[in-house]
């Protein structure tokens, strides 16, 4: 039996302080330092990288890693990993369960088609210039691992999480030793190439006199933080226990699928696993419909989720899902691969960067500027960086650009899974991969840029 003041007891509560003492500490320097707050960069990453800092000084004074000393239970980064791990589905799943109002229109639905297939092109992108660059440094570093660029697509473009994941898949079945803290850091230079790509380009836009920065001083009301008919905020359980209670019964569904999936195909466990959040957001899905058609019935007398906590709860695992995942990062596992990362950050911005804005120029003619800046902060980092920096110019959403991306997931995720799976095949053949990618990123652009190509023809016919 342990004993109350044993360290098993208080290591992953001790490890979960510290995560969250970080962002507070972030908070503070990024409200203090004039160069941190005008640098949009999230607290969260802030955050992490003070953690790295001070695991830094503590291993090299010390020799030990911090983070698996016996105060976080002798195995806190492998907690580290885990909280990245399920915080992604989490987040994923909060925001899936929120309810949408209103019909859209044919252009509004093109626009978010549009939307969504930009997205999976995006990372297609991503994956064919980092998987030219990994294959042509595996021919000068000897025993490289040449299919590593695939997780440019997964840092930038998906996030911690992903990054995490399909690092984990290449250390554990294919050898990649260091993958997983590679997958993280290619992640964190997304982030930063979020800010300072997107500062870049505002004080550029700025000068030229195309966009006026409000910065984020919207308020809220609340209209925004209840709905009518709607279950009361403090009644015999608390709104946000019910909201909690919805994101954990989604997130049990989707492990028995899991589970079913792993059983039935024992050769693809890992890959299943590391669908976690897809798995999550389609069993959030049916729960939402399931309630909805039980409203419908009058079984059920008001709506139980309430978009407003959902948002806060779906930012909050985000928030440590990034924190974590950046103080997981061992610095020595990836220091032979500095230079590789170094150019796979550079590349990785300077393509999200020209390919989102040709695309906001071309598709988007009435919010180009808010679309680009939307799409260019999730490409490199997360929805929630997306927003950041739509903020600085559209704080109120007047443009639809806030919509797309929330819309935007469910094209995306139907293009973007043969994507998902063809990243186990790349560390198997990774040439092929790159044609393929190749190919499908080809598709994409003709059916994204469909009504521009087709018209020319028709005008010449």
Request: hydrophobic share 50%; charged share 15%.
């Amino acid at each position: 039996m342990d004993n109350f003041w044993d360290s098993n007891v208080w290591s992953t509560i001790l490890l979960i302080s510290v995560l969250l003492g970080s962002l507070l500490v972030g908070n503070v320097l990024k409200k203090g330092i004039p160069v941190l707050k005008n640098s949009l960069i999230p607290t969260s990453v802030i955050g992490g990288g003070i953690l790295i800092i001070v695991a830094a000084i503590y291993k090299a004074a010390t020799g030990c890693v911090m983070f698996d000393t016996q105060v976080f239970g002798s195995n806190g980064t492998s907690t580290l990993e885990i909280i990245t791990y399920h915080a992604l589905a989490l987040g994923f799943i909060a925001s899936a369960l929120k309810t949408s109002d209103g019909k859209l229109t044919k252009k509004r639905s093109s626009e978010i088609f549009n939307t969504g297939v930009t997205t999976v092109a995006t990372y297609l992108l991503q994956g064919i210039v980092g998987m030219v660059i990994t294959i042509v440094a595996a021919l000068v570093i000897e025993d490289f691992f040449e299919a590593a660029g695939i997780l440019l697509p997964f840092g930038f473009g998906q996030g911690t999480g992903q990054a995490m994941n399909y690092g984990n898949i290449y250390e554990t079945e294919y050898g990649f030793v260091g993958g997983k803290s590679f997958g993280l850091t290619v992640a964190a230079l997304g982030f930063i190439s979020a800010a300072l790509g997107g500062v870049i380009h505002l004080n550029i836009m700025k000068k030229r006199g195309t966009i006026k920065i409000r910065g984020n001083k919207d308020k809220l009301n609340t209209e925004k933080i209840e709905n009518e008919n709607e279950i009361p905020m403090q009644e015999s359980i608390d709104k946000m226990t019910v909201q909690i209670a919805l994101i954990f019964v989604s997130y049990v569904v989707a492990y028995l699928i899991m589970w079913g999936l792993g059983l039935l195909l024992p050769g693809m466990k890992a890959t299943v696993y590391g669908f976690n959040f897809l798995l999550g957001v389609l069993s959030a899905t049916l729960i939402k419909t399931i309630m909805k058609m039980l409203r419908k019935k009058n079984i059920i007398k008001k709506e139980y989720t309430n978009n407003f906590l959902l948002t806060r709860t779906s930012n909050f695992f985000f928030d440590v899902m990034i924190v974590a995942g950046i103080a997981a990062i061992r610095l020595d596992l990836v220091e032979r691969y500095w230079g590789i990362l170094l150019i796979l950050g550079v590349v990785g911005l300077v393509v999200t960067y020209i390919y989102n804005r040709i695309v906001a120029k071309t598709l988007f003619g009435e919010y180009v500027e808010e679309q680009f800046l939307a799409m260019y902060g999730m490409l490199t980092g997360t929805a929630s960086t997306g927003i950041i920096l739509l903020r600085e110019i559209d704080g109120e959403f007047k443009t639809p650009a806030a919509d797309n991306l929330v819309y935007q997931n469910f094209p995306a995720i139907a293009f973007g899974f043969p994507m998902m799976l063809l990243a186990t095949l790349a560390p198997k053949k990774p040439i092929l991969t790159l044609i393929i990618f190749v190919v499908f990123f080809t598709a994409l652009n003709i059916i994204l840029f469909r009504s521009f190509i087709f018209k020319r023809r028709a005008k010449k016919d």
